[in-house]
Protein backbone atom coordinates (compact mmCIF):
# COMPACT_ATOMS: atom_id res chain seq x y z
CA UNK A 1 0.00 0.00 0.00
CA UNK A 2 1.38 3.58 -0.87
CA UNK A 3 2.27 5.69 2.05
CA UNK A 4 0.14 8.76 2.21
CA UNK A 5 1.93 11.64 1.28
CA UNK A 6 1.58 15.15 3.00
CA UNK A 7 1.18 18.31 1.26
CA UNK A 8 4.59 19.33 0.64
CA UNK A 9 5.24 16.00 -0.83
CA UNK A 10 2.28 16.13 -2.80
CA UNK A 11 3.33 19.77 -3.90
CA UNK A 12 6.63 17.91 -5.45
CA UNK A 13 4.90 14.25 -6.71
CA UNK A 14 6.52 13.67 -10.47
CA UNK A 15 7.96 17.44 -10.65
CA UNK A 16 11.39 18.16 -12.51
CA UNK A 17 13.71 20.59 -10.32
CA UNK A 18 16.00 23.07 -11.92
CA UNK A 19 18.82 23.66 -9.99
CA UNK A 20 21.78 26.32 -9.83
CA UNK A 21 24.54 26.08 -7.54
CA UNK A 22 23.73 21.86 -6.88
CA UNK A 23 27.60 21.56 -6.08
CA UNK A 24 27.78 24.19 -3.23
CA UNK A 25 27.14 23.63 0.56
CA UNK A 26 23.44 25.44 0.74
CA UNK A 27 22.72 23.58 -3.05
CA UNK A 28 24.04 19.81 -2.00
CA UNK A 29 22.03 20.01 1.83
CA UNK A 30 18.62 21.22 -0.97
CA UNK A 31 19.34 18.23 -3.39
CA UNK A 32 19.61 15.50 -0.24
CA UNK A 33 16.42 16.96 1.38
CA UNK A 34 14.46 17.22 -2.18
CA UNK A 35 15.07 13.42 -2.97
CA UNK A 36 14.95 11.67 1.25
CA UNK A 37 12.14 13.50 1.99
CA UNK A 38 10.29 14.31 -1.54
CA UNK A 39 11.07 11.10 -3.07
CA UNK A 40 8.05 10.98 -5.46
CA UNK A 41 9.79 14.03 -7.03
CA UNK A 42 10.58 13.19 -11.13
CA UNK A 43 13.59 14.20 -11.78
CA UNK A 44 16.30 16.98 -10.40
CA UNK A 45 18.56 18.29 -12.58
CA UNK A 46 21.47 20.04 -11.50
CA UNK A 47 23.90 22.79 -13.48
CA UNK A 48 27.03 21.98 -13.27
CA UNK A 49 30.45 23.72 -14.64
CA UNK A 50 32.33 21.26 -16.50
CA UNK A 51 35.15 19.16 -14.89
CA UNK A 52 38.33 17.78 -16.27
CA UNK A 53 38.16 14.19 -16.80
CA UNK A 54 34.70 13.54 -15.03
CA UNK A 55 31.51 13.40 -17.02
CA UNK A 56 28.02 13.67 -15.62
CA UNK A 57 27.50 9.85 -13.69
CA UNK A 58 30.82 10.56 -12.22
CA UNK A 59 29.33 14.17 -10.74
CA UNK A 60 26.44 12.00 -8.93
CA UNK A 61 29.17 9.53 -8.02
CA UNK A 62 30.80 12.43 -5.97
CA UNK A 63 27.27 12.86 -3.85
CA UNK A 64 26.46 9.60 -3.24
CA UNK A 65 30.16 9.35 -1.38
CA UNK A 66 29.47 12.71 0.86
CA UNK A 67 28.39 11.34 4.60
CA UNK A 68 25.73 14.46 3.88
CA UNK A 69 23.81 11.44 1.13
CA UNK A 70 24.58 8.15 3.65
CA UNK A 71 20.80 8.25 4.63
CA UNK A 72 19.86 8.15 1.33
CA UNK A 73 22.19 5.24 0.16
CA UNK A 74 21.47 3.31 2.43
CA UNK A 75 17.72 3.71 2.90
CA UNK A 76 16.64 4.36 -0.56
CA UNK A 77 19.69 4.73 -3.13
CA UNK A 78 17.42 4.31 -6.06
CA UNK A 79 16.64 8.12 -5.61
CA UNK A 80 19.92 9.03 -6.79
CA UNK A 81 18.92 7.96 -10.18
CA UNK A 82 16.26 10.98 -10.30
CA UNK A 83 19.56 13.20 -10.87
CA UNK A 84 20.66 14.65 -14.30
CA UNK A 85 23.73 16.71 -14.19
CA UNK A 86 24.03 19.06 -17.07
CA UNK A 87 27.12 20.88 -18.07
CA UNK A 88 27.19 24.75 -18.46
CA UNK A 89 28.50 27.85 -16.81
CA UNK A 90 25.90 30.61 -15.12
CA UNK A 91 27.64 33.99 -17.23
CA UNK A 92 27.24 32.38 -20.49
CA UNK A 93 23.75 32.62 -22.46
CA UNK A 94 21.44 29.96 -21.99
CA UNK A 95 23.48 29.08 -18.73
CA UNK A 96 26.32 27.61 -21.23
CA UNK A 97 24.54 24.45 -21.35
CA UNK A 98 24.15 22.32 -24.83
CA UNK A 99 21.47 22.66 -27.22
CA UNK A 100 19.86 19.44 -26.36
CA UNK A 101 20.31 20.02 -22.34
CA UNK A 102 18.85 23.81 -23.17
CA UNK A 103 15.75 22.33 -24.60
CA UNK A 104 15.22 19.40 -22.29
CA UNK A 105 15.53 21.98 -19.32
CA UNK A 106 12.67 24.35 -20.98
CA UNK A 107 10.14 21.23 -21.62
CA UNK A 108 10.29 19.67 -18.77
CA UNK A 109 11.00 22.21 -15.64
CA UNK A 110 7.98 22.45 -13.37
CA UNK A 111 10.19 24.31 -10.60
CA UNK A 112 13.78 26.28 -10.55
CA UNK A 113 15.58 26.56 -7.07
CA UNK A 114 18.67 29.84 -8.44
CA UNK A 115 21.06 28.86 -5.36
CA UNK A 116 24.60 29.97 -7.24
CA UNK A 117 26.26 32.84 -6.96
CA UNK A 118 29.72 33.73 -5.84
CA UNK A 119 30.40 34.73 -1.92
CA UNK A 120 33.37 36.49 -2.85
CA UNK A 121 33.00 39.52 -0.93
CA UNK A 122 35.95 41.15 -2.31
CA UNK A 123 36.19 39.92 -5.75
CA UNK A 124 36.05 43.13 -8.69
CA UNK A 125 32.99 44.19 -9.61
CA UNK A 126 32.85 43.21 -12.88
CA UNK A 127 33.62 39.59 -11.72
CA UNK A 128 30.44 39.50 -9.39
CA UNK A 129 28.28 41.34 -11.49
CA UNK A 130 28.93 38.82 -13.84
CA UNK A 131 28.74 36.14 -11.45
CA UNK A 132 25.73 37.49 -8.92
CA UNK A 133 23.80 39.88 -12.00
CA UNK A 134 24.51 38.13 -15.52
CA UNK A 135 23.32 34.67 -13.89
CA UNK A 136 20.51 35.46 -12.51
CA UNK A 137 19.33 37.05 -15.74
CA UNK A 138 20.20 34.24 -17.50
CA UNK A 139 18.21 31.91 -15.06
CA UNK A 140 15.19 34.53 -15.48
CA UNK A 141 15.07 34.40 -19.26
CA UNK A 142 15.13 30.20 -18.92
CA UNK A 143 12.04 31.07 -16.47
CA UNK A 144 10.58 33.02 -18.68
CA UNK A 145 10.70 30.31 -21.62
CA UNK A 146 9.94 27.10 -19.53
CA UNK A 147 7.10 25.75 -21.22
CA UNK A 148 5.17 24.63 -17.52
CA UNK A 149 6.60 26.65 -14.77
CA UNK A 150 5.12 26.23 -10.96
CA UNK A 151 7.09 28.71 -8.96
CA UNK A 152 10.85 30.02 -9.26
CA UNK A 153 12.92 30.31 -5.86
CA UNK A 154 15.87 33.12 -6.16
CA UNK A 155 18.07 33.42 -2.89
CA UNK A 156 19.89 35.79 -2.16
CA UNK A 157 21.66 37.43 1.58
CA UNK A 158 19.92 38.78 4.26
CA UNK A 159 22.78 41.22 4.44
CA UNK A 160 22.31 43.13 0.97
CA UNK A 161 20.20 46.41 2.63
CA UNK A 162 23.35 47.19 4.12
CA UNK A 163 22.07 50.90 4.99
CA UNK A 164 19.03 49.79 7.25
CA UNK A 165 19.40 48.67 10.51
CA UNK A 166 16.19 47.02 10.76
CA UNK A 167 15.41 44.80 7.67
CA UNK A 168 11.82 44.48 6.11
CA UNK A 169 10.70 41.58 3.95
CA UNK A 170 10.80 43.81 0.94
CA UNK A 171 12.71 44.67 -2.01
CA UNK A 172 15.10 47.25 -1.22
CA UNK A 173 15.73 49.92 -4.64
CA UNK A 174 19.04 49.79 -5.13
CA UNK A 175 21.87 52.27 -6.56
CA UNK A 176 21.76 51.32 -10.18
CA UNK A 177 19.96 50.10 -12.92
CA UNK A 178 20.71 46.11 -12.96
CA UNK A 179 20.93 46.15 -16.74
CA UNK A 180 22.61 48.83 -17.44
CA UNK A 181 25.36 47.64 -15.21
CA UNK A 182 25.38 44.55 -16.58
CA UNK A 183 25.93 46.67 -20.49
CA UNK A 184 28.89 48.38 -18.81
CA UNK A 185 30.45 45.03 -17.23
CA UNK A 186 30.27 43.63 -20.87
CA UNK A 187 31.47 46.49 -22.41
CA UNK A 188 34.23 47.82 -19.89
CA UNK A 189 37.39 45.53 -18.23
CA UNK A 190 37.87 45.05 -14.98
CA UNK A 191 40.16 47.80 -14.86
CA UNK A 192 37.96 50.26 -15.94
CA UNK A 193 35.19 49.07 -13.71
CA UNK A 194 37.47 48.97 -10.85
CA UNK A 195 37.93 53.17 -11.54
CA UNK A 196 33.94 53.19 -10.93
CA UNK A 197 33.54 50.50 -8.21
CA UNK A 198 33.58 53.08 -5.15
CA UNK A 199 31.21 55.47 -6.54
CA UNK A 200 28.99 52.53 -7.62
CA UNK A 201 28.90 50.97 -4.11
CA UNK A 202 27.91 53.84 -2.06
CA UNK A 203 27.50 52.22 1.52
CA UNK A 204 27.79 48.81 0.47
CA UNK A 205 31.14 47.67 2.16
CA UNK A 206 31.99 45.28 -0.81
CA UNK A 207 30.80 43.97 -4.44
CA UNK A 208 29.05 41.22 -3.17
CA UNK A 209 26.64 42.68 -0.72
CA UNK A 210 26.38 45.48 -3.81
CA UNK A 211 25.52 43.14 -6.69
CA UNK A 212 23.01 40.56 -4.99
CA UNK A 213 21.08 43.72 -3.84
CA UNK A 214 20.66 44.60 -7.47
CA UNK A 215 19.69 40.89 -8.79
CA UNK A 216 16.86 41.30 -6.25
CA UNK A 217 16.06 44.50 -8.07
CA UNK A 218 16.10 42.78 -11.38
CA UNK A 219 14.24 39.76 -9.60
CA UNK A 220 11.65 42.53 -8.49
CA UNK A 221 11.14 43.85 -11.81
CA UNK A 222 10.28 40.88 -13.57
CA UNK A 223 8.16 39.92 -11.15
CA UNK A 224 6.06 43.04 -11.94
CA UNK A 225 6.51 43.32 -15.48
CA UNK A 226 5.75 39.28 -16.34
CA UNK A 227 3.92 36.71 -14.90
CA UNK A 228 6.45 35.02 -13.65
CA UNK A 229 6.19 33.50 -10.17
CA UNK A 230 8.99 34.24 -8.20
CA UNK A 231 9.81 34.55 -4.36
CA UNK A 232 13.23 35.71 -3.13
CA UNK A 233 14.90 33.73 0.05
CA UNK A 234 17.52 35.80 2.27
CA UNK A 235 19.43 33.21 4.39
CA UNK A 236 21.56 35.29 6.93
CA UNK A 237 25.09 33.46 8.31
CA UNK A 238 24.35 29.97 7.02
CA UNK A 239 25.77 27.29 9.59
CA UNK A 240 25.89 23.91 9.76
CA UNK A 241 22.99 21.41 9.83
CA UNK A 242 21.34 21.25 12.82
CA UNK A 243 19.91 17.89 12.80
CA UNK A 244 19.24 16.62 9.24
CA UNK A 245 20.50 14.33 7.89
CA UNK A 246 22.53 14.69 10.93
CA UNK A 247 23.62 17.49 13.43
CA UNK A 248 27.05 19.49 12.60
CA UNK A 249 27.63 18.69 8.89
CA UNK A 250 29.57 21.49 7.26
CA UNK A 251 32.04 21.51 4.07
CA UNK A 252 31.91 25.23 3.34
CA UNK A 253 35.29 26.47 3.54
CA UNK A 254 33.26 30.54 3.88
CA UNK A 255 35.04 33.55 5.43
CA UNK A 256 33.01 32.90 8.58
CA UNK A 257 34.73 29.28 8.52
CA UNK A 258 37.37 29.79 7.50
CA UNK A 259 38.25 32.51 10.47
CA UNK A 260 37.08 29.36 12.82
CA UNK A 261 39.69 27.30 11.13
CA UNK A 262 42.51 29.68 11.56
CA UNK A 263 41.17 30.42 15.43
CA UNK A 264 41.34 26.65 16.06
CA UNK A 265 44.64 26.21 14.60
CA UNK A 266 45.71 28.67 17.01
CA UNK A 267 47.03 31.40 14.00
CA UNK A 268 44.32 34.16 14.44
CA UNK A 269 45.38 35.92 17.75
CA UNK A 270 42.90 39.26 17.68
CA UNK A 271 39.76 40.22 15.56
CA UNK A 272 37.84 43.20 15.30
CA UNK A 273 34.60 42.30 16.41
CA UNK A 274 31.83 43.16 18.99
CA UNK A 275 30.98 40.33 20.83
CA UNK A 276 27.25 42.20 22.07
CA UNK A 277 25.85 42.21 18.82
CA UNK A 278 23.70 39.43 17.62
CA UNK A 279 25.36 36.51 15.71
CA UNK A 280 22.67 36.20 13.32
CA UNK A 281 22.51 32.63 11.85
CA UNK A 282 20.64 30.14 10.41
CA UNK A 283 20.89 26.83 10.26
CA UNK A 284 21.36 25.07 6.79
CA UNK A 285 18.94 22.35 6.91
CA UNK A 286 16.22 24.97 8.68
CA UNK A 287 17.18 27.32 5.73
CA UNK A 288 16.78 24.61 3.02
CA UNK A 289 13.44 23.60 4.35
CA UNK A 290 12.76 26.89 4.22
CA UNK A 291 12.95 26.90 0.64
CA UNK A 292 11.08 24.04 0.36
CA UNK A 293 8.42 25.12 2.28
CA UNK A 294 8.18 29.03 0.27
CA UNK A 295 8.55 27.63 -2.88
CA UNK A 296 5.78 25.23 -1.93
CA UNK A 297 3.32 27.75 -0.91
CA UNK A 298 4.12 30.40 -3.49
CA UNK A 299 3.64 27.57 -6.45
CA UNK A 300 -0.04 26.77 -5.00
CA UNK A 301 -1.23 30.41 -4.43
CA UNK A 302 0.55 31.73 -6.90
CA UNK A 303 0.64 35.65 -7.30
CA UNK A 304 -1.22 36.91 -3.96
CA UNK A 305 -0.09 40.65 -4.14
CA UNK A 306 1.18 43.26 -6.28
CA UNK A 307 4.55 42.71 -4.09
CA UNK A 308 7.12 39.78 -4.51
CA UNK A 309 6.99 37.65 -1.40
CA UNK A 310 10.33 37.59 0.25
CA UNK A 311 11.52 35.96 3.33
CA UNK A 312 14.42 36.75 5.76
CA UNK A 313 15.75 32.99 6.40
CA UNK A 314 17.25 33.45 9.78
CA UNK A 315 16.83 33.34 13.64
CA UNK A 316 13.61 34.66 15.13
CA UNK A 317 14.06 37.62 17.23
CA UNK A 318 13.23 35.27 20.64
CA UNK A 319 16.23 32.90 19.56
CA UNK A 320 18.60 35.85 18.75
CA UNK A 321 21.59 35.55 20.76
CA UNK A 322 25.28 36.89 20.75
CA UNK A 323 28.63 36.68 19.29
CA UNK A 324 30.07 35.98 22.71
CA UNK A 325 27.43 32.81 23.28
CA UNK A 326 29.29 31.38 20.27
CA UNK A 327 32.82 31.87 21.34
CA UNK A 328 31.78 30.55 25.57
CA UNK A 329 31.26 27.58 23.83
CA UNK A 330 34.35 27.57 21.53
CA UNK A 331 36.49 28.26 24.57
CA UNK A 332 34.91 25.67 26.81
CA UNK A 333 35.73 22.83 24.06
CA UNK A 334 39.54 23.78 22.89
CA UNK A 335 41.02 20.68 25.37
CA UNK A 336 37.64 18.54 24.89
CA UNK A 337 37.97 18.30 20.55
CA UNK A 338 41.67 20.08 19.87
CA UNK A 339 42.88 19.97 16.36
CA UNK A 340 45.40 17.92 15.44
CA UNK A 341 47.68 20.02 13.65
CA UNK A 342 47.49 23.23 15.54
CA UNK A 343 50.02 25.60 15.98
CA UNK A 344 49.93 27.84 19.22
CA UNK A 345 47.42 27.30 22.05
CA UNK A 346 43.77 28.89 20.23
CA UNK A 347 42.84 32.15 22.13
CA UNK A 348 41.47 34.96 19.80
CA UNK A 349 41.68 38.48 21.41
CA UNK A 350 38.37 40.41 20.60
CA UNK A 351 38.19 44.34 20.54
CA UNK A 352 36.81 47.40 19.24
CA UNK A 353 40.00 49.14 18.93
CA UNK A 354 42.15 49.53 15.48
CA UNK A 355 44.73 50.65 17.34
CA UNK A 356 44.91 47.62 20.07
CA UNK A 357 44.30 45.21 17.05
CA UNK A 358 46.96 46.13 14.78
CA UNK A 359 49.40 46.02 17.49
CA UNK A 360 48.30 42.43 18.45
CA UNK A 361 48.24 41.56 14.79
CA UNK A 362 51.78 43.03 14.10
CA UNK A 363 53.47 41.06 17.54
CA UNK A 364 51.46 37.77 17.39
CA UNK A 365 50.37 37.07 13.70
CA UNK A 366 52.48 38.97 11.32
CA UNK A 367 55.93 38.50 13.29
CA UNK A 368 55.54 34.98 14.00
CA UNK A 369 54.32 34.31 10.29
CA UNK A 370 57.39 35.80 8.79
CA UNK A 371 59.66 33.89 11.04
CA UNK A 372 58.26 30.17 10.64
CA UNK A 373 58.63 31.01 6.64
CA UNK A 374 62.31 32.42 7.10
CA UNK A 375 63.21 29.22 9.06
CA UNK A 376 60.98 27.02 6.09
CA UNK A 377 63.31 28.68 3.99
CA UNK A 378 66.56 27.87 5.37
CA UNK A 379 65.08 24.16 5.48
CA UNK A 380 64.49 23.94 2.02
CA UNK A 381 61.02 23.91 2.90
CA UNK A 382 57.88 25.62 1.25
CA UNK A 383 57.07 29.18 2.84
CA UNK A 384 53.13 28.94 3.87
CA UNK A 385 52.47 31.16 6.88
CA UNK A 386 52.88 34.44 5.15
CA UNK A 387 49.95 33.80 2.50
CA UNK A 388 48.43 32.12 5.05
CA UNK A 389 47.89 35.62 6.95
CA UNK A 390 47.21 37.51 4.01
CA UNK A 391 44.09 34.95 3.60
CA UNK A 392 43.03 35.90 7.20
CA UNK A 393 43.37 39.39 6.80
CA UNK A 394 41.37 39.64 3.36
CA UNK A 395 38.77 36.93 5.09
CA UNK A 396 38.51 39.67 8.28
CA UNK A 397 38.43 42.66 6.26
CA UNK A 398 35.47 41.17 4.42
CA UNK A 399 33.35 40.34 7.88
CA UNK A 400 34.53 43.40 10.08
CA UNK A 401 31.46 45.31 8.69
CA UNK A 402 29.07 42.91 9.81
CA UNK A 403 30.64 41.89 13.19
CA UNK A 404 30.77 45.16 14.16
CA UNK A 405 26.65 45.76 13.70
CA UNK A 406 23.51 44.82 14.95
CA UNK A 407 20.96 43.53 12.52
CA UNK A 408 17.13 43.63 12.96
CA UNK A 409 15.94 40.99 10.55
CA UNK A 410 12.14 40.93 10.46
CA UNK A 411 11.28 37.32 9.83
CA UNK A 412 6.92 37.35 10.11
CA UNK A 413 7.15 35.80 6.66
CA UNK A 414 9.71 33.20 6.68
CA UNK A 415 8.40 31.76 10.70
CA UNK A 416 4.58 31.93 9.40
CA UNK A 417 5.48 29.01 7.13
CA UNK A 418 5.19 27.08 10.20
CA UNK A 419 1.49 27.95 10.82
CA UNK A 420 0.60 26.27 7.78
CA UNK A 421 2.47 23.40 8.37
CA UNK A 422 0.55 20.20 9.67
CA UNK A 423 2.44 18.19 12.42
CA UNK A 424 3.75 16.05 10.23
CA UNK A 425 5.28 18.11 7.93
CA UNK A 426 6.46 20.40 10.73
CA UNK A 427 8.50 17.52 12.09
CA UNK A 428 9.57 16.92 8.13
CA UNK A 429 10.31 20.70 7.18
CA UNK A 430 11.71 21.99 10.70
CA UNK A 431 12.31 25.16 10.05
CA UNK A 432 11.03 26.40 13.83
CA UNK A 433 14.07 28.72 14.92
CA UNK A 434 12.64 28.86 18.63
CA UNK A 435 13.41 25.40 18.83
CA UNK A 436 17.14 25.39 18.85
CA UNK A 437 19.60 24.84 21.67
CA UNK A 438 22.11 27.52 20.71
CA UNK A 439 24.77 26.05 23.12
CA UNK A 440 23.88 22.50 21.81
CA UNK A 441 23.84 23.92 18.16
CA UNK A 442 27.06 25.65 18.58
CA UNK A 443 28.69 22.26 19.95
CA UNK A 444 27.51 20.18 17.13
CA UNK A 445 28.96 22.49 14.84
CA UNK A 446 32.17 22.91 15.99
CA UNK A 447 32.49 19.22 16.78
CA UNK A 448 31.19 18.91 13.41
CA UNK A 449 33.35 21.38 11.82
CA UNK A 450 36.72 19.33 12.79
CA UNK A 451 34.87 16.39 11.59
CA UNK A 452 33.79 17.14 7.92
CA UNK A 453 35.40 20.55 7.12
CA UNK A 454 38.62 19.93 8.52
CA UNK A 455 38.51 16.29 7.84
CA UNK A 456 39.79 15.97 11.27
CA UNK A 457 38.25 12.12 12.64
CA UNK A 458 37.63 12.28 16.26
CA UNK A 459 39.94 9.26 16.14
CA UNK A 460 43.00 12.05 16.51
CA UNK A 461 41.43 13.72 19.66
CA UNK A 462 43.79 11.62 22.17
CA UNK A 463 47.24 12.89 20.88
CA UNK A 464 45.35 16.61 20.06
CA UNK A 465 44.83 16.90 23.65
CA UNK A 466 48.48 15.82 24.48
CA UNK A 467 49.75 18.43 22.12
CA UNK A 468 47.28 21.21 22.83
CA UNK A 469 48.30 20.85 26.54
CA UNK A 470 51.74 21.33 25.76
CA UNK A 471 51.32 24.08 23.37
CA UNK A 472 49.02 26.06 26.26
CA UNK A 473 52.09 25.20 28.92
CA UNK A 474 54.22 26.52 26.44
CA UNK A 475 52.06 30.07 26.02
CA UNK A 476 51.95 30.64 29.74
CA UNK A 477 55.79 30.21 29.45
CA UNK A 478 56.34 32.43 26.74
CA UNK A 479 54.09 34.96 28.12
CA UNK A 480 55.43 34.43 32.03
CA UNK A 481 58.91 35.15 30.28
CA UNK A 482 57.60 38.29 27.92
CA UNK A 483 55.99 39.88 31.28
CA UNK A 484 59.16 39.31 33.53
CA UNK A 485 61.04 40.57 30.93
CA UNK A 486 59.06 44.02 30.33
CA UNK A 487 58.87 44.25 34.44
CA UNK A 488 62.10 44.21 34.73
CA UNK A 489 63.36 46.74 31.65
CA UNK A 490 60.40 48.87 33.44
CA UNK A 491 62.02 49.00 37.13
CA UNK A 492 65.36 49.52 35.08
CA UNK A 493 64.02 52.54 33.84
CA UNK A 494 62.56 53.90 37.03
CA UNK A 495 65.43 53.17 38.58
CA UNK A 496 64.22 50.15 41.04
CA UNK A 497 66.26 47.84 39.20
CA UNK A 498 67.55 46.45 42.74
CA UNK A 499 64.18 44.39 43.30
CA UNK A 500 64.41 42.83 40.39
Avoid at 402 to 418: E, V
Wanted: with cysteine; hydrophobic share 45%; net charge positive.
Amino acid sequence: MAQRLNSVQEFYKDKTIFITGGSGFMGKVLIEKLLYSCSDLKQIIILMRVKRGKNEMARVKEFEALPLFKRIMDEKPEVMKKILVVSGEICEKNLGMSDAHFQYVIDNTNIIFHVAASVRFQAPLKSNIMTNLVATKEVLEIAKTVKNLTVMVHVSTAFCNVEFSKVNEIVYEAAGEPLELIKLAKEMDENAMANIEKKLLGLHPNTYTYTKRLAENLVRNEFENSNLPICILRPSIVGPTLSEPFAGWVDSLSAVNGISLASKKGILRCMLADLSVNYNFIPVDQAINGFIMAAKVFGTTKKISSEIPVYNVTTHEHAVVEYQKFFDVFNSLKFLYPLSVTFWWPNVTFTQNKYYYWFNVILFQWIPAYFIDMMLLLFGRKRIMVRVQKKIASALDAIKFFAMKNWDFNTDNFHNLTKIQSDEEYHMFNLDTKTINAEEYFENSIVGGRIYQDEDPLTTVPKATILIKFLYGLDLAVKSFFSYFMIRKLLMIIGLSSFT
